[in-house]
């Protein structure tokens, strides 16, 4: 019979586990036991090796209370003389015991350096923590290159025939009117290859078309609206203010004296515009698939795909998020705001958002170029993302739905791209996966203690020259994602976050279990990530 051993996953250095007979680490990061004795793992009868931390203090204070009987019996025994006398004796001992015990705890630490017995249980625990996380990966969050392969090149297909359409009849209604440009972007996880359990959900931008002589003044909304909101100005052309006012009073708003581009009329007018194209596209993909459109007021519309007959040989239901976006040039677009959670009304319809995903798109290719061609940089951001979603189960309102809000995937992505560009490249080798995503871990820690996690591209002037910003993002005023929660959520988040970590194996084995792995509507699926996530997580 193997000999029954005693192993903690155990973390590396700032994170701690106090429980009996668990490894820990103080505050200076020195490693420390709980128990006196530790068992030595290699043998099959357990064998006990001494824990020279808890024995010389001990023999210490032993020695010191023998001396001190001894020097009271004498003292007792030959008079007040014999008594002072005897102080001398006994001072000169209890120093040399101490001193004796600080040698002997010198010399361990300098020539003996952890102990084998420990090393090989640090070992194990790092290993099966290792396992535990690849098994996790391969099972429950990697994405067939195959399925996910099938899935986009669908997607691409039904969205360029819609787009297709309307843009054909946009063009009807005349000069003075939205339309679209007929092309489209490919943004989010699917596309940036992060994405977690089932290519079933895609955000695609659309961008729209201003009337001609008309050009979008974009700036900061202060506080007028959260944090990194933009308004949307017009310049016109010198002799056309006339000619453009019909657009103006279907799309504009006044706003502080001037007419602004309202993102609310425009989100309702691309939902109507695709609504009367869906017909004809319908009708021409009905041996492929069957199609619908839904929306939700201040969210933009979403596709629903069911491929029919062998089309797809997966047979998955997709939700495909059409984004209405305002081009601003150099791949920056301006896109309405999403409520700030599930609940929460639309945003005022005076106020834009701005979307980077391409600059993103090209950071993240950027750095597959420089890291090692087995670079883990991405499995880390998907393994966080999966157990986030796990501790969620756990979580009870109204935190739960903090939760996904403060660690979206937009924000454990922004954190990755600040530690990958502080550090060499090579350390993201896939040797040292569980190390990163430790250091990611207690980096997400120490932002939400702080409560400061900075958009990494607005207002952002140290980047590599290699990814080169429009101007428009360089020079404006950096904003802070997590501005808009307050102190007692982060706090209690970053406490949830080291928790999670700590126990990974254990919430994989409890939360990995049938009862938990319910699969959900495809539409409520992604409606749910709509409300948690900015266009292009």
Avoid at 4 to 32: A, C, Q, W
Avoid at 66 to 94: D, F, I, M, N, T
């Amino acid at each position: 019979m193997a000999p029954l051993e005693i192993t903690s996953n155990e973390p590396r250095s700032g994170v701690e586990s106090t429980m009996p007979g668990y490894h820990f680490r103080d505050g200076k990061g020195n490693r420390r036991q709980n128990m006196f004795l530790e068992v030595n793992p290699r043998r099959a009868v357990p064998v006990y090796a001494l824990n020279l931390r808890v024995f010389w203090p001990l023999v210490t204070g032993l020695c010191t209370a023998l001396l001190c009987l001894y020097q009271a019996l004498r003292g007792g025994a030959a008079g007040e003389g014999a008594a002072e006398a005897g102080s001398v004796p006994l001072l000169k001992g209890s120093a040399l015991l101490l001193l004796g015990c600080l040698l002997a705890r010198c010399c361990g630490a300098a020539g003996g350096g952890p102990r084998p017995g420990g090393v090989r249980a640090a070992a194990a625990a790092a290993e099966s923590r290792r396992c535990a996380l690849d098994s996790f990966y391969a099972r429950q969050l990697r994405l067939s290159p195959h399925v996910l392969g099938h899935s986009k090149a669908h997607v691409g297909r039904v969205v360029a025939e819609l787009v297709r359409a309307a843009k054909a009849q946009g063009l009807q209604p005349g000069p003075l009117a939205l339309s679209l440009r007929g092309d489209f972007v490919r943004i989010g996880s699917a596309y940036e290859q992060h994405k977690v359990r089932s290519p079933d959900c895609f955000d695609i931008l659309v961008p729209l078309r201003l009337p001609p002589h008309l050009e979008p003044q974009p700036r900061s909304a202060g506080g007028l609206g959260p944090h990194g909101a933009f308004l949307c100005g017009l310049r016109v052309r010198a002799g056309w203010p006339r000619r453009c006012r019909p657009f103006a009073e279907g799309f504009c708003v006044e706003l502080q004296g001037r007419s602004h581009l309202s993102s609310g009329l425009v989100l309702r007018w691309f939902q109507g515009h695709l609504q009367r194209c869906l017909g004809a596209v319908r009708y021409r993909l009905q041996e492929r698939c069957r199609i619908s459109l839904s929306a939700c007021p201040g969210r933009p519309p979403t596709l629903h795909i069911l491929p029919c007959s062998d089309y797809v040989c997966c047979h998955i239901s997709m939700a495909v998020r059409l984004i209405p976006a305002i081009p601003l040039g150099d791949a920056v677009y301006l896109t309405a705001l999403p409520p700030e959670g599930p609940q929460a009304p639309p945003a005022p319809e005076a106020l834009w958002g701005l979307n980077a995903s391409r600059q993103e798109q090209r950071l993240l290719s950027w750095l597959k170029e420089q890291a090692p061609a087995s670079s883990c940089h991405l499995k880390c951001l998907q393994i966080l993302k999966g157990l986030r979603d796990l501790r969620g189960q756990g979580l009870e309102e109204p935190f739960c739905s903090q939760w996904g809000r403060v660690l979206s995937s937009y924000v454990l992505k922004t954190a990755l791209f600040s530690l990958l560009l502080q550090g060499p490249l090579e350390a993201w080798d896939a040797r040292f996966l569980v190390e990163r995503l430790e250091d990611l871990v207690l980096y997400l820690r120490d932002c939400l203690r702080k409560q400061v996690l900075m958009h990494f591209f607005l207002g952002n002037t140290s980047l590599p020259e290699a990814v080169a910003l429009p101007r428009f993002l360089k020079e404006a005023a950096p904003v802070n994602l997590l501005a808009a929660f307050d102190g007692p959520t982060l706090d209690l988040a970053a406490f949830q976050l080291i928790n999670t970590w700590i126990q990974a194996p254990h919430i994989i084995r409890m939360y990995s279990s049938p009862r938990y792995l319910r699969p959900a509507l495809t539409p409520c699926q992604h409606v749910a990530e709509a409300r948690q996530e900015p266009p292009g997580e």
